[in-house]
């Protein structure tokens, strides 16, 4: 069996029981189960939700995203091997991690394969949460142009790049397109301040002004328990980027939680220590595929000038990157995941025949 052919690139196209659209996303595809579906295994699971809550079948796909395009390579590579595995394993792993610590739930009910989760409806903080403990990446480039407020936060004189900072920062930006909200651009991931949320709270879907301070109580203390677990593996925590939303528990309760993923290398920024230490940094995480890519083409402004997007989407759908670099990407994303948690990472050899017979045969959900 060909590489290609251990990739779920697809992953859209599952015979999924559910009436509703499919929601795809750069990564993961959604599927929401009916009502009949989700009532039946809340009580065949023993799912600890209401009776009534949705629930949707969460597909992790080995597609490659970065700077807001899909990325393939030659040979048919629609995407990086053992990837999707990788991300879902790391995932896995920091939210046992939370749970055990006292931190909040995750909207993962079940884990029924290595690319799948069985997950509750969540209503999403139109906020991501990003913590930086590090100067680098879009901070440093604002910071080596003269610029001494991040997202409202005064940032000292005389740091250098890379340089791990004072202490860590919550610099905040938009989930999605948020419209008519006084200083906040109608666009996709801009960067806002704790006060553009305080006060219009409602408007970034949180339930209480209250809840700002639990948000970032939460990703304080996530963020501390994944920098103290990699500290032990000699890893560096730098950055990273948490999602949280409202579900309803089983007693009727609303509660905040974190989603999507935490701690990936799709979310955060991994540096070894050794290497730091010695004055280079080498990243175990995407942001060593988006150096490369900035390499492999002779005119990076394309990837870097949000204005030039449609060059941008040109250039990944016109060009096939050369399968060692997806390979690359596969080494690190699997060698990071196995390092956290320590073990053999678990990766399938023909992987969409194996979630469809696993969602037939265990939870009655494809005909």
């Known amino acids: 069996m060909s590489l290609a052919d251990k990739v779920l690139a697809v992953n859209d196209d599952l015979p999924i029981r559910t009436d509703k659209p499919v929601h795809s996303g750069k990564v993961r ?9 989700s009532r039946r295994l809340i009580q065949e699971k023993g799912y600890p939700v209401a009776p ?3 629930l949707a079948v969460m597909v992790i796909s080995d597609r490659i995203s970065a700077f807001d395009c899909i990325w393939t390579g030659e040979g048919g590579m629609r995407g990086v091997p053992g990837k999707g595995a990788a991300l879902n394993a790391i995932s896995n792993h920091w939210f046992k991690l939370f749970r055990d610590n006292g931190l909040a739930d995750s909207h993962i009910l079940d884990i029924p394969h290595p690319l799948v989760w069985i997950v509750q409806k969540a209503r999403p903080v139109m906020v991501e949460a ?5 100067i680098t990446g879009s901070m440093w ?3 080596a142009k003269g610029e001494r407020e991040f997202c409202g936060i005064e940032i000292p004189d005389g740091l250098q790049r890379d340089q791990k900072l004072p202490e860590l920062l919550i610099t905040p930006s938009t989930k999605g397109v948020l419209k008519g909200i006084p200083g906040v651009p109608e666009a996709d991931d801009v960067n806002i301040t704790r006060g553009n949320i305080e006060a219009n709270f409602e408007a970034f879907n949180f339930r209480s002004r209250d809840d700002i301070d639990l ?7 996530g963020f501390d328990v994944i920098s103290e677990e990699l500290e ?5 925590f730098v950055d990273t980027k948490f999602e949280f939303g409202y579900v309803t528990d089983a007693g009727g309760e609303e509660k905040l939680i974190y989603m999507d993923e935490v701690g990936t290398p799709d979310s955060s920024r991994i540096w070894d220590g050794e290497q730091y230490r010695a004055g280079k940094v080498v990243e175990n995480s995407k ?3 988006r150096q490369a890519l900035l390499n492999h083409f002779p005119e990076p402004d394309i990837l870097l000038n949000k204005d030039r997007m449609p060059e941008r989407q040109a250039l990944a759908r016109d060009n096939e990157l050369p399968a060692s670099m997806l390979m690359d990407v596969s080494a690190t994303y699997v060698g990071i995941a196995e390092k956290i948690i320590g073990g053999k990472l678990e990766i399938s050899d023909n992987p969409k025949a194996e979630l469809i017979e696993v969602l037939r045969n ?3 959900l494809i005909d």
């Open 287 to 289: 942001e060593g595929f």
């Open 29 to 37: 595809s959604v599927y929401w189960l009916t009502e009949t579906d």
């Open 362 to 364: 265990g939870y009655g």
């Open 141 to 143: 480039r604002a910071y």
């Open 232 to 236: 032990k593996l000699d890893q560096i």
């Open 215 to 221: 948000y970032e109580k939460l990703l304080k203390e």
């Open 52 to 54: 009534d809550a949705p």
């Open 130 to 134: 990003i913590a930086r403990q590090y």
